[in-house]
């Protein structure tokens, strides 16, 4: 399987939100704050010295993640991560958080 990671095009917006709404809605619940996030990742999160992801498998968007700085210099926080269901189980979850960690620190 051949999965290409990206970074984050306003047009990769949708996908941000379809991919995270389907995981929430599956496994936990939508808050407020999570639709107002979702629908507008641009300001919530890259404006904001974030990072968005996107894994592409087959030219289609099948994975995200996001990264948001915390208060300690050069941290970051693992957020909104998923993938679509019908890739589950092909390590794409995986493939992503290794992309966030060598985005982060290269010589991890």
Not at 12 to 34: A, I, P
Not at 49 to 63: E, N, P, R, T
Not at 64 to 70: K, Y
């Amino acid at each position: 399987m051949s999965v290409k990671i990206l970074n984050f095009k306003e047009e990769y917006s949708k996908y941000f939100y379809e991919l995270n709404m389907e995981w929430l809605k599956t496994h936990f619940y939508v808050e407020e704050h999570d639709e107002e996030i979702l629908s507008n990742p641009k300001e919530f999160i890259i404006d904001a010295d974030g990072i968005i992801l996107f894994a592409q498998y087959d030219s289609k968007i099948v994975g995200t993640a996001a990264l948001m700085p915390v208060a300690e210099d050069n941290c970051f926080e693992l957020t909104k991560m998923a993938v679509s269901p019908d890739y589950r189980g092909n390590k794409i979850g995986q493939i992503i958080l290794e992309n966030c960690k060598e985005l982060l620190n290269p010589s991890f």
